[in-house]
């Protein structure tokens, strides 16, 4: 089992930066995909970036893409998402999120594929 605790959420402007962080404890961190997820009152929980086992692979929504930058430190048992060009738009609570990997390169999109998560972190973005 996985215990993930989100940090680094806040009040920006838009235009502003702000990075994420994810500590993990319990099982070792590096045989577990990580994705970073969002969401905003009244919308569904959605996928924000992903990054693989190995951390040798990411993927991004379309809506983040070129903006955001997710990372992974296997050996501090720490990812983090770091945030440029915020938009009033990506207000959210964002949580991490931890899924099993047999594969290096694995990176799932769905959060029903994730088992662990964190307990979440605002991020509110004013225009």
């Known amino acids: 089992q996985v215990q993930l605790v989100e940090s680094g959420g806040g009040l920006v402007q838009a235009g502003d930066s702000l990075t994420l962080s994810c500590a993990a404890s319990?099982?070792?961190?590096?045989?577990?995909?990580m994705g970073w997820f969002r969401q905003a009152p009244g919308k569904e929980r959605e996928f924000v970036a992903g990054?693989?086992?190995?951390?040798?692979?990411?993927h991004y929504a379309d809506s983040v893409k070129g903006r955001f930058t997710i990372s992974r430190d296997n050996a501090k048992n720490t990812g983090s998402l770091q945030m440029n060009s915020l938009k009033p738009e990506d207000a959210a609570v964002y949580y991490c999120?931890?899924?099993?990997?047999?594969?290096?390169?694995?990176?799932?999109?769905?959060?029903?594929?994730?088992?662990?998560w964190g307990q979440g972190t605002q991020v509110t973005v004013s225009s």
């Open positions: 990054i693989s086992r190995s951390g040798g692979s990411t």
């Open positions: 319990g099982r070792t961190f590096s045989i577990y995909a």
């Open positions: 999120a931890a899924a099993p990997s047999y594969s290096t390169s694995y990176i799932p999109l769905s959060g029903a594929d994730y088992h662990y």
